[in-house]
């Protein structure tokens, strides 16, 4: 019997979201609109704590957005990890800043405080960690290096929607925080992002540089940009927005069993206190080489028919556009994970017997390789 394959990311769209495009479409108002401010808001309410949210069209342009909101500009340092994806990194640099990459814990794969206040310079405006994969970067340490060198923290959520850390949101700790509806995220709005700011100014300015730099109709104040999210894209993310909460659940629930029956690689570590929403449910394939690494995925794939992801196997510091900011930079903890991790399947269409066969895929090409 041939086996099904088993993708990686599976994006869930049907007949709720065509019928409130169609109604959009109906409507005669398909741009930025009411779909969007209500968008806004329900995401506010049920996401970020009720802080506001200022709707873009990409998790990028909310990068971007809240950086130039936040006056990061020429001259400026941002630290950023070197190990995620290319545009956290790349929004620091569009603002004429540079993206200063400090290392990550190969635990959580999120950003070591330790490498970051080992980072601080005169110049270091800013503190930007991503909440890799799910899970919230250590806010706490990270926070309270900002504080203590006079630097303002943000948040790049964009794996990362509904996580949270004692209670409270990603998105809320810092001067903003950004996220994403990319198709393969935990919710997708076809394809958006969203601002999240406690801070009125910065909500403020984000409107306006999302706008070209307007308040008023023609009365432009500064240079800005045309990244506004529109009514059908919203009216997409409402939808998605009311299904989160179930969608998240069953991410966890499959990670929890991967978990428990994945005895032959280094299973996701979740701090006490931390809730992990399980964008991906990443593994360490310990003490491999890249190449080692890619035989596994390819094992996975040929043998058992499952699906996998290696995401950012070249870190940031290394790569063409962005190196050129850290030269002879040494990042041990991001060039041991790049060449180790591997992103298995937990989306919520995975059965019961996928699961099953993701683990014992997992386990057989591990002792294979090993």
């Known amino acids: ?135 919230p970067a250590n806010l706490d340490e990270i926070r309270a290096i900002a504080d203590k060198h006079g630097v303002q923290l943000f948040e790049d959520c964009a794996q990362a929607h ?33 601002i999240t700011t406690s801070d009125p100014e910065v909500a403020r300015k984000a409107r306006m540089i999302r706008n070209q730099g307007m308040e008023k109709r023609y009365a432009n104040e500064f240079v800005g940009l045309n990244n506004r999210m529109t009514d059908i894209h919203a009216s997409i993310g409402r939808v998605q927005l009311g299904k989160l909460a179930g969608w998240t659940k069953i991410r966890q629930d499959n990670a929890a069993f991967l978990s428990q029956n994945i005895t032959e690689a280094v299973t996701p570590t979740v701090p006490e206190g931390y809730v992990h929403v399980y964008h ?47 030269p002879g930079l040494e990042l041990p903890n991001t060039e041991k994970v790049a060449a180790e991790c591997v992103s298995l399947p937990v989306h919520p269409s995975l059965s019961q017997a996928d699961l099953e066969r993701i683990a014992e895929a997992v386990n057989k090409a591990a002792k294979a390789g090993a």
């Open 280 to 326: 991906q449910y990443t593994i360490r394939v310990e003490g491999a080489t890249g190449e080692e690494r890619d035989r596994f995925v390819t094992a996975l794939k040929e043998e058992h028919q499952v699906g996998s992801g290696v995401y950012y196997p070249i870190p940031n510091h290394r790569l063409p556009s962005l190196a050129p900011y850290a």
């Open 162 to 194: 509904a996580a949270s850390i004692n209670g409270k949101h990603v998105g809320t700790f810092g001067a903003f925080g950004a996220f994403s509806f990319y198709p393969t995220k935990n919710m997708t709005s076809g394809e958006g992002g969203m």
């Open 1 to 135: 019997m041939t086996l099904e394959f088993i993708p990686p990311a599976k994006p869930i769209l049907g007949e709720d979201e065509r019928k409130a495009v169609d109604a959009v479409i109906a409507s005669g108002m398909v741009a930025q609109g009411p779909q969007v401010h209500s968008f806004e808001e329900e995401f506010s309410a049920q996401v970020v704590d009720g802080v506001e949210c200022v709707a873009v069209n990409s998790g990028t342009s909310a990068l971007h957005i809240g950086l130039l909101a936040s006056g990061i500009g020429a001259g400026d340092e941002v630290i950023v990890p070197s190990f995620t994806f290319a545009a956290t990194g790349n929004s620091v640099a569009l603002t004429g800043a540079k993206p200063v990459f400090a290392d990550v814990d190969p635990n959580t794969f999120c950003l070591d405080p330790a490498s970051v206040e080992a980072s601080i310079t005169e110049s270091t405006k800013g503190i930007l960690p991503v909440h890799l994969y799910g899970l």
